[in-house]
């Protein structure tokens, strides 16, 4: 008999149970090079964990629709977006990325690291924020090119998909897309015990010029 894998929704509410801040609270620095230079409107927010990402959209004058599977997560980030006052800007929503997603189209579709250790079709949820975004619009999505140091042996021992290989599972079409960025970038890092290491992030830039 073998175990059954656990369930994800159990899982992130677990992982945010603590009273502890999981995440630094800061905003993804890639996401904050690159929205910079984009006129404020709607963005979508897959993944959003405690909230730094959206409350700093709220905080550039876009509203956001910030959603995560755990309701932990999303507590969180609403008492953060209250206390920096944002709250009026972004709406939380809970939802399983794997059966359901937010509706509508938006300026921005935002996926920062949208890794799981349990079960999750990444290339369909990808493909979905894809179709989510209005023409003109910006997907950006930045995964982890391999694990950090002071990651665990499984997570050493994973395969991180290359920018290119993220690029292929959202097949865009090029009547439909401008690929602006497809590649990696480093950034400096602390780990959990303080120590320092530079980084490599997966970064994948798509705006939307038809569909």
């Known amino acids: ?44 927010d897959l993944g959003c964990g405690e909230g730094a990402d959206a409350i700093w959209l709220a905080a550039q ?38 059966t359901g997603f937010p509706p509508g189209r938006f300026d921005l579709v935002s996926a920062q690291f949208l890794h799981s250790p349990v079960p999750l079709d990444r290339v369909s949820v990808l493909r979905r924020a894809a179709e989510a975004v209005a023409a003109g619009g910006t997907l950006l999505i930045v995964d982890h090119a391999a694990a950090p140091p002071w990651a665990g042996e499984h997570a050493r021992e994973h395969h991180f998909p290359t920018a290119q290989e993220v ?35 997966n970064v994948i830039v798509l705006r939307r010029i038809a569909g």
């Open 167 to 201: 690029l292929a599972g959202l097949d865009p079409q090029a009547a439909q897309w401008e690929l602006l960025r497809c590649g990696t970038a480093e950034r400096d890092a602390l780990g959990p015990d303080g120590q320092s290491a530079v980084l490599t992030d």
């Open 61 to 98: 004058g876009w509203q956001v629709v910030a959603v995560d599977i755990s309701e932990n997560a999303l507590r969180r980030a609403r008492a953060a977006a209250q206390a920096r006052d944002v709250a009026d800007h972004i709406r939380f929503e809970l939802h399983d990325l794997s």
């Open 1 to 44: 008999m073998t175990d059954e894998a656990p369930d994800p929704r159990e899982f992130w509410d677990e992982f945010y149970g603590d009273d502890d801040p999981v995440w630094s609270g800061r905003v993804n620095a890639q996401l904050a090079e690159i929205v910079a230079g984009l006129p404020p409107g709607r963005a979508l």
